[in-house]
């Protein structure tokens, strides 16, 4: 049974930083590319972040674009995001899983994420 933790969120203020990881317990982690998603309260999921299966591609939702960096490391199944500059709008639940472009398709069950809340 594949699980997903994701870790790292907490309470900042705008301008501030968090860095969240999301460990995956599966064999097959460097086969996909993985996806950073997130939910605020009262909206849909919506896409952030993607890395490639080596992690030599990466690319950002425009809310994020030059804020925020993903990564990856394939020997310790985890994936990463570091979060710059925050913004209150970008409170919300946040989640990996995998990645699939034009597509609803993730391969992995979700997690139970974890909360950022930007201060104003």
């Known amino acids: 049974q594949v699980q997903v933790v994701e870790s790292g969120g907490g309470l900042v203020q705008a301008g501030g930083s968090l860095r969240l990881s999301c460990v995956v317990s599966?064999?097959?982690?460097?086969?996909?590319?993985l996806g950073w998603y997130r939910q605020a309260p009262g909206k849909e999921r919506e896409f952030v972040a993607t890395v490639s299966t080596t992690g030599g591609s990466t690319m950002y939702a425009d809310s994020v674009k030059g804020r925020f960096t993903v990564s990856r490391d394939n020997a310790k199944n985890t994936a990463f995001l570091q979060m710059n500059s925050l913004k209150p709008d970008d409170t919300a639940i946040y989640y990996c899983?995998?990645?699939?472009?034009?597509?609803?398709?993730?391969?992995?069950?979700w997690g139970q994420g974890t909360q950022v809340t930007v201060s104003s």
């Open positions: 899983n995998t990645y699939l472009h034009d597509s609803d398709i993730y391969h992995w069950p």
């Open positions: 599966t064999r097959t982690f460097s086969s996909y590319d």
